[in-house]
Every structure is written in C-alpha cells, then in structure tokens.
C-alpha cells in the first residue's frame, strides 16, 4: 500500500524554524490560517451520513463487564443526546466478535470530545473507532484505531461486503 505524502500543498512553504518554546522542549510554530479540519473532517472521510463510527465492546459473559457497558450506554446517551446512539447488543453481530453498542459522530468537534469522554470513561470496555469513507474493509482494518485492548474483528466478512 503507498500512502500519499501528508506534506501535499506545502511544498513551496518556507521551512519550520528549529526554535524551541519558553518550556525549552516543546517547537515553535509560526503563526497560520486555523486548520479546515477543527471544522471539516479530511476527505475521504463521507460525513453525509456519518463520519465516524465508535463501537463499545464487551464481553457479555463477564457480568461486571455487562452491567459496566450498560451503565455506559446509558451515560453516553444521557451526556450525548445529539450522537446516534445504537442498540445494546448482547451478541456479537456483524464483524464484531463481541457483544457491543455502536455511536456515531459527524463533525470533527464531536469526534474528538466523544473520544476524550471515553479515554477516561470506558471502563473495563474497547472502542474500535474508525471512519466511514465508502470501503468498510479499509474502514475497519487500516483506518481503524482502538481505545483500549484491540479484539480481532472478521475482515473477511468485510471483503465481501466491499466488493
């Protein structure tokens, strides 16, 4: 797979100064124009139906792990009334190996305070995170990122959706 470079358009701005901060660990950046992705998430990210996916996973044969993710569920949809907010599975359904409940978000903004939200309030649960660009298997595979333990999902399920 060949990435393309994430310097495309900054290839005739002027180097970045070596200068550190007043912390004297920390680099200087010259002052710029406010980053379009604090409000727009990067192509190809579709954000027309929904940008990011978040899945709570849990095993639903630990009943501290049940009774921690419904609690969760229930606090997600208490603190986040404009996200969608999926069902509670109490079975693996889909690629997911494990019972899980799904969240989505659509703007950058609510990307990443739902992210920090469940850094700290996940518990003993795993968020696969991933975007939604119109490839579920690339989605799900080299997009994707986890807060806590990663579970093995099945991709080959993925492939053939995606064909």
Known sequence: MSWPSPLIGYENAEPLPDKLNADGKSLYNPPAPKSAAYDEHPKPIDSSNNAFDFH??????????????????EAIRREFPELRIYKFWEKPVGPHPTAMFEINTFTPHQTGTLFGWLVVNRGPCSVLIHPNTGNAYKDHTELVTWIGQPWPINSDMLKRLTR
Do not use: K
């Not at 709570?56 to 569920?73: G, K």
């Open 56 to 73: 709570v996973y849990y095993m639903q044969t630990d009943a501290e792990q049940l009774s921690y993710a419904r609690e969760l569920h």
